[in-house]
């Protein structure tokens, strides 16, 4: 008797096992998370998640069968009214710099498992993530289908991330689960805001008419942030032709040529900002090239020079060399990508004050239209030293009408209108001048 009911101990000690090894096997799965359930119809579905995020780089992790179930997970739902602290593209949210990962710069991956239910016939189509630091690679099943930047190399090349359409791929029958992978790789060595790091803005799934119609809105979004930067470069480039016939006209002053140059360079500045941001002319790399080691200081030399020709200050033998001389070490220091941060500023700061002292200088002249000029040259000071400004915590941008119009944008709207008035007001001297030596002779 007491055998037999060591026995049935024995089994049910046994079965007790079994079951606990089979209940831990199943919690085990449930790790994994289920599948985000999408109905296919004429919506738009953003892919908030939920997501599973891992720091590092490995190829098997856009395989559909890698088990992700040990990574993070992440949220990318937005919070109302969020958006970009650019131009204002909206749908925004944190990155890990705030999630767990500060200072992180290097490759991350984003899975996340889809299950998607379409009526036969209906075609589906991916609204790719709007806002990615700084470049990413898009995989659908282990299919890369879409991305931004160049990965030929250990560091990808980074282009701006713009709105892009991607299609289902035909071999897949849109139905079942599915896996989204997403490669992100942030550059080090530059300035980030504080929630930087990945991605932004959600990626998009639905049916591709729809689809279409949120790709026409995240590009109405990205060209009316940088419209502006389009708009006042046409209107530099016009009053660079007024002054270069200006200059013509008076040839004993050299005020209307440093300004038509000064004007030009200005404009060639801006409209960089859009080429960049609106196209894939240009990798970041040569964008910063352009903007910071060859736009930029030549423009804020050419511009010290249009103001004391303006006031007709008087320039020692070594100023235009020391100006040279200072130009030539901002470009050589940005274009070596100069390690030592505390020297960066040196030849720029002395720049800022051979601006200011000229600035001084011509509020004692007594030009005609000195206030103009005095204006005019406060917004251009206010354009060209934007970032010294910022670390003051002048504010740099603000959000009328939900999009974002910089410090910058502001101040050269302005010049324009100052320089309108002043250059009219110079013409209208030149001909009043003109009619009485003819009527003199």
Do not use: C
Not at 142 to 168: E, N
Not at 228 to 243: G, Y
Not at 284 to 295: A, D, G, H, K, W
């Amino acid at each position: 008797m007491r055998t037999a009911r060591r026995l049935k101990i024995v089994r049910f000690e046994n079965l007790a096992a079994v079951l606990l090894v089979v209940s831990m096997g199943v919690s085990h799965a449930d790790e994994r998370d289920p599948a985000m359930r999408i109905i296919v119809e004429r919506a738009v579905t953003p892919l908030n998640g939920p997501w599973r995020f891992h720091i590092g780089d490995d190829s098997r992790w856009s395989s559909p069968d890698f088990d992700d179930s040990q990574w993070e997970t992440v949220d990318l739902t937005p919070e109302p009214g969020a958006h970009d602290s650019d131009v204002g593209l909206t749908n925004y949210v944190r990155g890990w710099w705030v999630r767990g990962h500060q200072g992180y710069v290097g490759f991350a991956w984003y899975r996340a498992r889809i299950s998607i239910h379409a009526s036969p016939g209906v075609e589906v189509a991916i609204l790719a993530p709007a806002y990615v630091e700084d470049a990413y690679q898009f995989f659908w099943n282990d299919k890369l289908i879409g991305g931004s930047g160049d990965f030929a190399k250990a560091s990808p090349a980074i282009y701006s991330t713009k709105p892009q359409l991607m299609r289902v791929p035909p071999s897949d029958p849109g139905q079942g689960d599915t896996v989204i992978a997403i490669r992100v790789w942030m550059s080090p060595g530059m300035e980030r805001e504080p929630d930087g790091g990945g991605m932004h803005i959600a990626p998009k799934l639905g049916e591709a008419e729809a689809i279409d119609t949120s790709y026409q809105v995240q590009w109405l979004e990205t060209v009316r942030g940088y419209i502006v930067d389009v708009m006042e470069p046409a209107a530099f480039a016009l009053l660079a032709l007024l002054a270069w016939r200006l200059a013509q006209a008076e040839r004993a002053r050299t005020f209307h040529t440093w300004l038509s140059a000064a004007l030009l360079l200005t404009a060639a500045l801006r409209a960089n900002q859009a080429l960049y941001f609106w196209t894939s002319h240009e990798s970041l790399s040569t964008y910063l090239v352009v903007r910071s080691t060859i736009l930029e200081p030549l423009g804020l030399a050419v511009w010290v020079m249009t103001w004391r020709s303006w006031f007709r200050l008087n320039n020692p033998p070594w100023f235009m060399g020391a100006i040279v001389a200072l130009t030539a070490l901002t470009m050589v220091q940005s274009l070596a990508g100069d390690p030592v941060a505390t020297t960066r500023w040196i030849p720029r700061a002395m720049m800022a004050v051979i601006f200011l002292t000229s600035f001084v200088a011509g509020v004692r002249r007594r030009e005609p239209d000195r206030w103009l000029a005095v204006v005019a040259m406060v917004l251009v000071g206010t354009g060209q030293f934007a970032d010294e400004l910022l670390s003051l915590h002048v504010p740099g941008i603000w959000f009328p009408w939900g999009t974002g119009v910089s410090r910058t944008q502001f101040a050269y709207a302005g010049l324009i209108a100052v320089l309108s008035v002043l250059l009219i007001r110079r013409i209208t001297r030149i001909a009043v001048g003109s009619r009485d030596s003819t009527l003199k002779d």
